[in-house]
């Protein structure tokens, strides 16, 4: 079984600054593309960032020069780096991973509980 748990999610005013993080636990053998969603109430999910395993990033156009995500693949983790938040950042933050678990041959998505993100005066 593989699990994927968030964390860093909170309150924060306009131009500041959070910081999540996403840890596979469970028979994990490798890990391939992570990658950060987001859903605000009322809207579709979106995709804001992912990292391959070899460290290449791509990012919304609405995050870039924001945000940046990174991993280390000896702790099967994933972070993203929120700085100079705006309002609009404000909603559910979801990781997502690429896993092959031991000793199985097939890549399969898992997903994260959510984590949420709130930026308010």
């Known amino acids: 079984q593989v699990q994927l748990v968030e964390s860093g999610g909170g309150l924060v005013q306009p131009g500041g600054s959070l910081r999540l993080s996403c840890a596979a636990s469970g028979s994990i053998s490798s890990i391939n593309t992570m990658r950060w969603y987001r859903q605000a109430p009322g809207k579709q999910r979106e995709l804001v960032a992912l990292?391959?395993?070899?460290?290449?990033?791509n990012y919304a156009d609405s995050v870039k020069g924001r945000f940046t995500i990174s991993r280390d693949n000896a702790k099967n983790t994933v972070y993203l780096q929120m700085n100079s938040l705006k309002p609009e950042d404000t909603a559910v933050y979801y990781c997502?991973?690429?896993?092959?678990?031991?000793?199985?041959?097939?890549?399969?998505?898992?997903w994260g509980q959510g984590t949420q993100v709130t930026v308010s005066s």
């Open positions: 997502n991973s690429e896993i092959r678990r031991a000793g199985l041959a097939t890549w399969s998505d898992y």
């Open positions: 990292i391959i395993r070899g460290g290449e990033t």
